[in-house]
């Protein structure tokens, strides 16, 4: 009797761990992406480092299994901190704004230029960036200049603007690689395709678009078609617009990995890491 009601016991405990498999495998198109990123777009800057300190950043890149960060700051030294807590991991990117004000009068600072090519001139910056600017102030002298040191330089731009932008960038550097922060400021697949047709070294950030690609969770299928036709082009990135967002860091990986694993592997494989490390000869420099 006690035999039996055993060998009923384990029978049950069986089938129990199988349904249990069973709806694991049936989940697995959405299992997480958990191979380690390359993030292109974070800032830490002077009132982020009051909070937070570099060896606290580097924990929770490690944590979030981040393996390479390209990270931009204001004022543009201050990200050496950073660099200097974990140089193996930290990518610098030239930042030009002093002051939150910059963001907004930086092509107006005819001094600017100077400034960048003397930080340039002392090198390990691996990108420029990230350069706010729209299509009324895109033929501005300060900003021509700003490219032309990139390209003289051979440091990648990161650039938030709209699309007209792009194209001054490619009219003046038309082999320059360009990160066109946050898919640009009209998020459209279809734009996107036309832009990443016309210019070959523009890649494309998918920073702060998570919920517009996968609204609720699920890629949508324009997106699911725009990344897989041009997946040599995309890049993830964070973007730590405030001390908030590092806070948050976890949630937001957590949701660029949710999007990440309902790719092919090797699709989603190039977007979370190859693409970057391609343009910023991170593992090619390492070896
Ligand atoms: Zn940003």
Redesign the pocket.
Known sequence: MINTITTDNVRRFFAFVQSFVFLWLLQLPTIVFATPLFDV?L?YNQADVDVVSPAEIVSILKRNKVRYAVVTSRPPELVRQLYQQAPDMIVPMLGVYQTLEDKSRWYKDKDLPKRVEAALKKGSWKALG?LHIFAAQRNQPVFRKIIQLAVDYQVPLII?GDPAVIDTVYSIAPNHPVIW??AGTFPYADLLADYLKRYPRLHVDL?VRDDRIAPGGKLSDDWYTLLLTFSDRFMIGV?T?STGRWKRFELVTAKIRHWLSQLPPDIAQQIAFDNADKMLHRSANAR
């Open positions: 777009h800032h990230e938030h922060a946050h920073s973007d617009y």
